[in-house]
């Protein structure tokens, strides 16, 4: 059965980094796009950045030029570089698999952002 395992969340202040990573366990086959979605508090899920097998990115406008997103196929990884961070990106940071038939969620990482 495929895991996925998420890490690199914690506590940052305003202005700083962090790099969330998405490790993939198991036979995972069908797969066509990898994703980072975010829930804060009070708030819906909302999608993040997503990258598909080609390589091609998109992001929230909201995180446009501060997020990248990237992955390595071999290490069947997807990774978010956060920089600039700001309070307003404190959620919850799920990362997701799209493939044919069902998709597959991690159990998320806390980043919080503050003083």
């Known amino acids: 059965q495929a895991h996925l395992a998420e890490s690199g969340g914690g506590l940052v202040q305003p202005g700083g980094s962090l790099r969330l990573s998405c490790a993939t366990s198991g036979s995972i086959s069908g797969v066509y796009a990898m994703g980072w979605y975010r829930q804060g508090p009070g708030k819906q899920r909302e999608l993040v950045a997503r990258?598909?097998?080609?390589?091609?990115?998109n992001y929230a406008d909201s995180v446009k030029g501060r997020f990248t997103i990237s992955r390595d196929n071999a290490k069947s990884t997807v990774y978010l570089q956060m920089n600039s961070l700001k309070p307003e990106d404190t959620a919850v940071y799920y990362c997701?698999?799209?493939?044919?038939?069902?998709?597959?969620w991690g159990q998320g990482t806390q980043v919080t952002v503050s003083s």
């Open positions: 990258i598909t097998n080609g390589g091609t990115t």
């Open positions: 997701k698999v799209d493939r044919i038939g069902q998709d597959y």
